[in-house]
């Protein structure tokens, strides 16, 4: 048990000699740019929302909704859904691309990128 002991004390005296050189390296984590962080949060949503949209449209339309379908509404449906993925499409762009955009639409969206 004495030898035990003198091991036990000579690893933690080893371990400690030579801590010094084996510091663990930190290493900086960089922070996400705005764009990347709107375009995920953007995507996200759109992901959430946009079948539930989808699918009331489909319920509605295939008359399994308890509600009298109105024929003109059909087409108003569609505009509604193509005008949602048209401002997706945009907001997305502006964010990741803003240079593609026209200098009318640049107000607009705004700039999430760095200044030039």
């Not at 004495?2 to 050189?21: A, F, I, R």
């Not at 379908?69 to 907001?91: D, L, N, P, W």
Request: charged share 25%; hydrophobic share 30%.
């Amino acid at each position: 048990k004495s030898q035990d002991k003198p091991e036990s004390n000579k690893k933690s005296n080893s371990s400690t000699k030579y801590s010094k050189y084996n510091t663990p390296q930190q290493t900086e984590v960089p922070a996400v740019p705005a764009c990347i962080n709107f375009t995920d949060e953007i995507c996200v949503t759109i992901s959430e929302i946009f079948p539930d949209l989808w699918k009331i449209g489909q319920a509605y339309f295939s008359g399994e909704l308890q509600v009298k379908v109105e024929a003109g509404r059909q087409v108003e449906y569609k505009h509604m859904v193509m005008s949602v993925i048209e401002m997706f499409c945009k907001y997305v762009r502006a964010s990741i691309i803003p240079s593609t955009l026209d200098k009318a639409e640049r107000p607009q969206f705004g700039s999430l990128s760095a200044p030039e």
